[in-house]
């Protein structure tokens, strides 16, 4: 008897692999600008799942939403439109570092964005799992191999002239529950189990990484009279630049401590910890460690801060955010009790570890596509990294990149100078990663350039120049600047008589005027803000009516242009003398193997990278400034 197998072809210009924060954006992207995608995930229901704690934004992960959304991406309205609690963090630091963060309804999160999905023109979705990339030409070839597709679980075959990996933690991923081990990307999901090999057959290096998730808690089973309430703020701030306000309740978080005798208790459960027992070999995340490695590092430390932050305005369920931990169930659970507030604890699932695959980022140029097969691109964990953010970032770019490859075009890339979103693939490519990577305000060297509140002007033009942003978005982004700019040219030509304003400043603090000056001389003081300012001079605060659109953000925007204007400019400076280097193309002009007058570190490290540019080379960790200079000497600079 004859049994037959049919494969059922579908072609696409752009498939993305994977609908989590990379893949979503990805897709989206691609399809906006007018290539036919096709998003694949395993489970429609799940959709830009928030796998750990729902929440958006952070220090410097609150710029790159910014980012995202002012390059036309979605991240930040979603956030928006399911925003609990909002909160802008550094406040008290200055501008350079203030950065956006929103607890999230994660049920709605998932929701709207499915929402988001199904009403984007030239996508569709494909519920399955990819088993196989499709190539045109095997390794063995002395030609770059070439995308040609994907094959799937269910046995159907996607053509495209892209294709985007965005697998998330799924790829042979494996969790941790003290000495139980479950395979699946994420509780309860099964995991992918063979797409690493089919990549890795590629001549793409991979590795594993590990990460982990906190146990969740019934609300009802918490003693909040003995917990310190910390509430959100309901000022004009949002992660969108499109949108105004948050439609959600927004409800508290809560804080409390771990004590000795939690202490005691979770160090019983080491024996049996997977990180401590040789079970767990990959690396964790530095910045987010599980609770038994904050023990294991810090011994003396008598109590660790944890806070309690809701995971829906309709369920009971909580998230612990600062425990998390792959230790035995009962060792969490009983720990736990041994804290006032949790005495009486009851909990939905324990915490856990899971360890997944990524591949080697130094092995993608700048456009996150593959230096070994053409028009494949990775995002997300599969790079390395950790985080929604980062995720949805290189999902954006490679999203844009892959649109581009499939019309014909110049790769789109952003400098260091331009967005975090540059800074963290750079970071990427450059130097690759030995632990899951996070991006911080610290690693930008141009930070005072890469504020929250100036993420439109850096980066919506260009996003609008290749299709990318609407029309209105950035007619939206014309009338703010023009607002901005009026109001300056206000501050810049408007004279201050002493006589008439020193009792305000003796109000405010300030110290008085000898003379007369311009307004903006007095906004760029400390004390001073349009604010507090504007009640004392009538034609400021005239000034300031005629903004009629996002008055406040209008006036945040120009006063922070203001007090630190000599900041901006001296870093502008700087940026530019980098940005020659930038310009000075070396790929493909050097052996470097054989290069005597570099060190041999030096020759490993870049023959390893292939750097675009010198400054790519100078960024390099292991190549130093001798080494680009003769670099330069060789070039005859």
């Given at each position: 008897?004859?049994?037959?197998?049919?494969?059922?072809?579908?072609?696409?210009?752009?498939?993305?692999?994977?609908?989590?924060?990379?893949?979503c954006?990805?897709?989206?992207?691609?399809?906006?600008?007018?290539?036919?995608?096709?998003?694949?995930?395993?489970?429609?229901?799940?959709?830009?799942?928030?796998?750990?704690?729902?929440?958006?934004?952070?220090?410097?992960?609150?710029?790159?939403?910014?980012?995202?959304?002012?390059?036309?991406?979605?991240?930040?309205?979603?956030?928006?439109?399911?925003?609990?609690?909002f909160?802008?963090?550094?406040?008290?630091?200055?501008p350079?570092?203030?950065?956006?963060?929103?607890?999230?309804?994660?049920?709605?999160?998932?929701?709207?964005?499915?929402?988001?999905?199904?009403?984007?023109?030239?996508?569709?979705?494909?519920?399955?799992?990819?088993?196989?990339?499709?190539?045109?030409?095997?390794?063995?070839?002395?030609?770059?191999?070439?995308?040609?597709?994907?094959?799937?679980l269910?046995?159907?075959?996607?053509?495209?002239?892209?294709?985007?990996?965005?697998?998330?933690?799924?790829?042979?991923?494996?969790?941790?529950?003290?000495?139980?081990?479950?395979?699946?990307?994420?509780?309860?999901?099964?995991?992918?189990?063979?797409?690493?090999?089919?990549?890795?057959?590629?001549?793409?290096?991979?590795?594993?990484?590990?990460?982990?998730?906190?146990?969740?808690?019934?609300?009802?089973?918490?003693?909040?009279?003995?917990?310190?309430?910390?509430?959100?703020?309901?000022?004009?701030?949002?992660?969108?630049?499109?949108?105004?306000?948050?439609?959600?309740?927004?409800?508290?978080?809560?804080?409390?401590?771990?004590?000795?005798?939690?202490?005691?208790?979770?160090?019983?459960?080491?024996?049996d910890?997977?990180?401590?027992?040789?079970?767990?070999?990959?690396?964790?995340?530095?910045?987010?460690?599980?609770?038994?490695?904050?023990?294991?590092?810090?011994?003396?430390?008598?109590?660790?801060?944890?806070?309690?932050?809701?995971?829906?305005?309709?369920?009971?369920?909580?998230?612990?955010?600062?425990?998390?931990?792959?230790?035995p169930?009962?060792?969490?659970?009983?720990?736990?009790?041994?804290?006032?507030c949790?005495?009486?604890?009851?909990?939905?699932?324990?915490?856990?570890?899971?360890?997944?695959?990524?591949?080697?980022?130094?092995?993608?140029?700048?456009?996150?596509?593959?230096?070994?097969?053409?028009?494949?691109?990775?995002?997300?964990q599969?790079?390395?990294?950790?985080?929604?953010?980062?995720?949805?970032?290189?999902?954006?770019?490679?999203?844009?990149?892959?649109?581009i490859?499939?019309?014909?075009?110049?790769?789109?890339?952003?400098?260091?100078?331009?967005?975090?979103?540059?800074?963290?693939?750079?970071?990427?490519?450059?130097?690759?990663?030995?632990?899951?990577?996070?991006?911080?305000?610290?690693?930008?060297?141009?930070?005072?350039?890469?504020?929250?509140?100036?993420?439109?002007a850096?980066?919506?033009?260009?996003?609008?120049?290749?299709?990318?942003?609407?029309?209105?978005?950035?007619?939206?982004?014309?009338?703010?600047?023009?607002?901005?700019?009026?109001?300056?040219?206000?501050?810049?030509?408007?004279?201050?008589?002493?006589?008439?304003?020193?009792?305000?400043?003796?109000?405010?603090?300030?110290?008085?005027?000898?003379?007369?000056?311009?307004?903006?001389?007095?906004?760029?003081?400390?004390?001073?803000?349009?604010?507090?300012?504007?009640?004392?001079?009538?034609?400021?605060?005239?000034?300031?009516?005629?903004?009629?659109?996002?008055?406040?953000?209008?006036?945040?925007?120009?006063?922070?242009?203001?007090?630190?204007?000599?900041?901006?400019?001296?870093?502008?400076?700087?940026a530019?003398?980098?940005?020659?280097?930038?310009?000075?193309?070396?790929?493909?002009?050097f052996?470097?193997?054989?290069?005597?007058?570099?060190?041999?570190?030096?020759?490993?490290?870049?023959?390893?990278?292939?750097?675009?540019?010198?400054?790519?080379?100078?960024?390099?960790?292991?190549?130093?400034?001798?080494?680009?200079?003769?670099?330069l000497?060789?070039?005859?600079?």
């Open positions: 008897m004859l049994s037959f197998y049919y494969i059922m072809l579908f072609n696409y210009d752009v498939i993305v692999v994977g609908a989590g924060h990379a893949g954006e990805a897709a989206c992207a691609a399809a906006n600008m007018g290539a036919k995608t096709c998003l694949i995930t395993m489970d429609m229901n799940k959709i830009a799942q928030m796998s750990c704690n729902p929440a958006v934004g952070g220090i410097a992960k609150g710029q790159i939403v910014r980012e995202i959304d002012a390059l036309g991406g979605q991240m930040g309205m979603v956030t928006d439109r399911c925003a609990l609690q909160r802008m963090l550094n406040k008290s630091k200055g350079a570092v203030w950065s956006p963060r929103a607890q999230c309804d994660r049920e709605k999160f998932i929701w709207t964005w499915r929402s988001v999905l199904d009403h984007t023109d030239n996508l569709n979705i494909w519920q399955d799992q990819v088993t196989q990339i499709l190539v045109n030409k095997t390794i063995k070839s002395s030609e770059q191999s070439e995308i040609q597709g994907v094959k799937t269910l046995g159907a075959e996607f053509h495209a002239k892209c294709v985007i990996i965005t697998a998330g933690t799924f790829l042979n991923g494996l969790m941790h529950i003290g000495r139980v081990k479950i395979q699946g990307g994420r509780i309860a999901e099964p995991a992918a189990l063979m797409l690493t090999e089919s990549i890795n057959a590629l001549g793409i290096r991979s590795d594993r990484m590990k990460t982990g998730t906190p146990v969740r808690i019934d609300k009802r089973s918490v003693d909040f009279s003995l917990m310190e309430e910390q509430k959100g703020e309901n000022d004009f701030h949002t992660f969108s630049f499109m949108n105004q306000g948050r439609p959600l309740q927004q409800l508290p978080c809560w804080i409390c401590y771990t004590n000795n005798e939690v202490h005691e208790h979770l160090l019983k459960g080491l024996p910890s997977p990180l401590y027992n040789g079970q767990i070999q990959s690396i964790g995340p530095r910045y987010c460690p599980s609770i038994e490695t904050k023990l294991h590092t810090f011994p003396d430390k008598e109590q660790h801060q944890l806070f309690l932050e809701p995971e829906g305005e309709d369920t009971n369920e909580m998230y612990l955010n600062g425990f998390s931990s792959s230790l169930m009962d060792i969490q659970i009983e720990s736990l009790k041994k804290i006032p949790f005495r009486n604890l009851v909990a939905y699932r324990p915490g856990y570890a899971i360890e997944y695959d990524f591949f080697d980022p130094t092995q993608l140029k700048h456009n996150l596509e593959s230096k070994l097969v053409k028009n494949l691109f990775f995002a997300g599969v790079n390395g990294t950790t985080g929604y953010e980062e995720a949805a970032g290189q999902g954006l770019m490679a999203g844009i990149n892959a649109a490859n499939c019309g014909g075009g110049e790769p789109f890339v952003l400098k260091r100078n331009e967005a975090y979103i540059g800074v963290l693939i750079d970071d990427l490519v450059t130097k690759g990663v030995d632990e899951p990577y996070r991006m911080f305000t610290s690693r930008a060297e141009y930070r005072i350039l890469l504020r929250q509140d100036d993420a439109d850096r980066l919506t033009k260009k996003s609008f120049d290749i299709g990318l942003a609407t029309t209105q978005r950035y007619q939206h982004f014309q009338t703010k600047e023009m607002n901005i700019e009026r109001l300056l040219h206000f501050t810049y030509n408007f004279s201050v008589k002493a006589s008439l304003i020193n009792d305000a400043l003796a109000t405010l603090g300030s110290t008085p005027l000898q003379r007369g000056c311009k307004l903006t001389n007095l906004l760029e003081r400390p004390q001073i803000t349009f604010d507090n300012i504007a009640p004392f001079i009538s034609p400021l605060s005239a000034e300031l009516q005629r903004i009629d659109d996002r008055k406040e953000e209008t006036i945040e925007a120009a006063e922070i242009r203001i007090k630190y204007k000599g900041y901006i400019m001296r870093e502008q400076q700087v530019e003398k980098m940005l020659r280097l930038e310009d000075i193309r070396i790929q493909g002009k052996d470097y193997a054989n290069m005597q007058h570099i060190t041999i570190e030096a020759r490993q490290k870049l023959a390893k990278i292939n750097p675009e540019t010198l400054a790519q080379a100078s960024r390099i960790p292991g190549v130093s400034p001798s080494d680009i200079n003769v670099l000497v060789l070039m005859g600079r």
